[in-house]
């Protein structure tokens, strides 16, 4: 039964880190300044829409069938979203359909997509219990061409930061970039770029930042000795946090269990903050449940959980996510003969690349999770349960207000 999850006392440290870079060639501009899918344009139009729970399991789903089946995965639905919503202010016809098709599964103009952003910015940063810090930047090259209105457009709903460098492919702007991001984390990701950006042009930077307590810490002397059974069937000896008696809102859906642990409430604007757990009955896996789970949260009851959940750490690379978007719908936008970032630059320009490093790290003291992604673009009264977390499960860290998914993920063997 799946009724084990977090400690008593825990701090949440969520860091998560965007990086847009654009290269591409030089050239004049042109007096198209914005043109279709502006704020006054009619907007396009796209399948049915969709909510963030939506992009995010979509998205966790497709990751997860990349990776391998033993392999643990940890992403960033929330930093991912954000960085191609700055991006798609670039964008023009079918390559912002596209983008914003994949992402909100709605037709929407410029506007309508950055007011939603900025509210959402605004509604994760005026909270009191919770610190959640939220920081974006533009950069841009000495020389490059990039109009005013798309930088107009990323000032104004993101409240970014906009700045020159003199070459946006060298070292000393990669490390720059680095310090700008290391300091809106507070060290948490240290290092967003490996290697210098591909070219000129401009790069978006997005960084997240989440602080908060348990509201029901746990108790450390109650944690024990455990054993995990990871997707291979191989047997991992664990230390088991356990709360005889957890307050959670649970749910046994048949096929899964599905548990929903406060982490803490904000009085400032209402947000609830959770972490869910859907752990796969006997025999059914985490890639057979979220088809099923992505339908639909189950309903749930509130019961004293006697939970057991093991202290884990995992960390993901995601390589280049250019594949899991194009089946998400994101074609255009990788194709140079096809891709339309003409709102943001006169010059030719293409994602080449999107890659994402994630890390999630649960103990008695907190959970802890980061994420940097890089786009670039080239020129009562309660019944009682209980619930044992030690076989493979997904967890997802929900602002359960809103329903984004902060950090989703799935841990196949400790």
């Given amino acids: 039964m799946m009724r084990n999850i977090f400690n008593r006392y825990a701090s949440v440290a969520l860091s998560v880190a965007a990086a847009v870079s654009f290269s591409a060639c030089s050239s004049d501009d042109g007096p198209d300044r914005g043109g279709n899918g502006g704020d006054d344009d009619p907007p396009v139009e796209f399948a049915a829409k969709q909510t963030h729970t939506e992009f995010a399991l979509n998205l966790l789903e497709k990751v997860a ?10 992403i960033s639905p929330l ?29 929407m103009t410029y506007g309508d997509m950055n007011a939603r952003c900025a509210a959402q910015i605004a509604e994760l940063s005026n909270g009191t219990n919770v610190e959640f810090n939220v920081a974006n930047s533009l950069w841009t090259e000495s020389g490059s061409r990039v109009y005013a209105d798309f930088m107009d457009r990323v000032r104004n709903a993101f409240s970014a930061e906009v700045r020159e460098v003199d070459n946006l492919g060298s070292s000393s702007t990669r490390e720059e970039i680095n310090r700008w991001v290391a300091e809106a984390t507070k060290g948490n990701i240290p290092q967003l770029l490996d290697r210098n950006l591909s070219g000129k042009g401009a790069a978006i930077v997005n960084a997240l930042r989440m602080h908060a307590v348990w509201e029901v810490p746990f108790d450390s002397g109650k944690t024990g000795d455990g054993v995990f059974t990871a997707s291979s069937g191989v047997k991992a000896d664990v230390r088991m946090m356990h709360d005889p008696r957890r307050l959670g809102r649970y749910a046994d859906a048949g096929g899964y269990e599905y548990l929903v642990l406060d982490i803490c409430g904000d009085d400032a604007n209402e947000n609830r903050y959770a972490l869910e757990i859907i752990l796969p009955a006997e025999g059914e896996t985490p890639a057979s449940v979220l088809p099923v789970f992505r339908q639909g ?77 890089l786009v670039d673009v080239a020129y009562g009264r309660f019944d009682e349960v209980s619930m044992s977390v030690d076989r493979p499960f997904i967890f997802m860290i929900t602002n359960m207000t809103t329903r984004d998914v902060l950090f989703s993920g799935i841990i196949n063997r400790l």
């Fill in 297 to 373: 949260r189950p309903s749930v009851k509130s019961y004293f959980v006697d939970l057991r959940m093991p202290r884990f750490t995992a960390e993901y690379g995601s390589g280049n996510l250019a594949g899991v978007l194009k089946a998400l719908g994101i074609r255009d936008a990788f194709d140079p003969s096809r891709s339309d970032f003409s709102a943001m630059s006169p010059s030719a320009s293409y994602i080449d690349q999107i890659i994402q490093k994630s890390n999630v790290s649960v103990d008695e003291k907190g959970v802890s999770a980061s994420a940097a992604t």
């Fill in 65 to 74: 069938s990349d990776a391998g089946a033993d392999e643990n995965v940890v």
């Fill in 79 to 107: 930093s991912l979203s954000l960085s191609l919503s700055m991006t798609a202010n670039g964008a023009k016809e079918n390559t912002l359909r596209e983008m914003m098709g994949a992402v909100y599964g709605s037709d």
